[in-house]
Nanobody, 123 residues
Framework: QVLLVESGGGLVQAGGSLRLTCAAS????????TGWFRQAPGKEREFVAY????????YYADSVKGRFTISRDNAKNTVYLQMNSLKPEDTAVYYC????????????????WGQGTQVTVSS
């Protein structure tokens, strides 16, 4: 079992930056691939970015490519999402998720989920 806790959300003006953190605890000796997803009010949850367990593979949704960067520090059991040039349409609850099988944008492939952190971007 792995417990994921997101932090770093908040209110920021358009054009600003935030860094989200996903901290893992529990069975962290297993190598986990990690994804970030988000859900805006009235919309379905969508993929944002993923990173493989070793950090060698990353992938981004087109909507955030060039603005967001996913990274990890396995020594700290932590994954980060650096978000720059934020837009009002980035407003959502952001979730991190983990699995031990494959780094993928498919939401259904993730076994463990955090509780989410709210990001609000004002215009």
């Amino acid at each position: 079992q792995v417990l994921l806790v997101e932090s770093g959300g908040g209110l920021v003006q358009a054009g600003g930056s935030l860094r989200l953190t996903c901290a893992a605890s529990g069975r962290t000796n297993v190598r986990y691939n990690t994804g970030w997803f988000r859900q805006a009010p009235g919309k379905e949850r969508e993929f944002v970015a993923y990173i493989s367990w070793n950090g060698y593979s990353t992938y981004y949704a087109d909507s955030v490519k060039g603005r967001f960067t996913i990274s990890r520090d396995n020594a700290k059991n932590t994954v980060y999402l650096q978000m720059n040039s934020l837009k009002p349409e980035d407003t959502a609850v952001y979730y991190c998720a983990a699995n031990s099988a494959i780094a993928t944008p498919r939401e259904g492939s993730y076994d463990y989920w955090g509780q989410g952190t709210q990001v609000t971007v004002s215009s």
